[in-house]
Nanobody, 124 residues
């Protein structure tokens, strides 16, 4: 099994940047597709980004494409989300997730493990 712990959230002004990290336990990290999701108050959890096992392919929600970058370091069992050009509408709790899949990485039910979330607040 996998345990995930997010970090790096905080308060930032519009236009600023943050880098989120997700540290995973266990020896099987490289076997999992990794994703980032977010949930704003009163909204459903939504897909943000995903990355394949080797890190050679990524996918992004249209709302963050060109601003956010997902990456992974399998030697460190860590996934990152670099967030640039932050907007107030990016304010949400951000969750890291792990799943054994090759297709359908945008679907929440494709993931088996979830972190506790980290708060990102963007002020105007």
């Amino acid at each position: 099994q996998v345990q995930l712990v997010e970090s790096g959230g905080g308060l930032v002004q519009a236009g600023g940047s943050l880098r989120l990290s997700c540290a995973a336990s266990g020896r099987t990290f490289s076997m999992y597709t990794m994703g980032w999701f977010r949930q704003a108050p009163g909204k459903e959890r939504e897909f943000v980004a995903a990355i394949t096992r080797s890190g050679d392919n990524t996918d992004y929600a249209d709302s963050v494409k060109g601003r956010f970058t997902i990456s992974r370091d399998n030697a460190k069992n860590t996934v990152y989300l670099q967030m640039n050009g932050l907007k107030p509408e990016d304010t949400a709790v951000y969750y890291c997730a792990a799943g054994y899949m090759r297709l359908g990485a945008r679907a929440q039910n494709a993931y088996d493990y979830w972190g506790q979330g980290t708060q990102v607040t963007v002020s105007s």
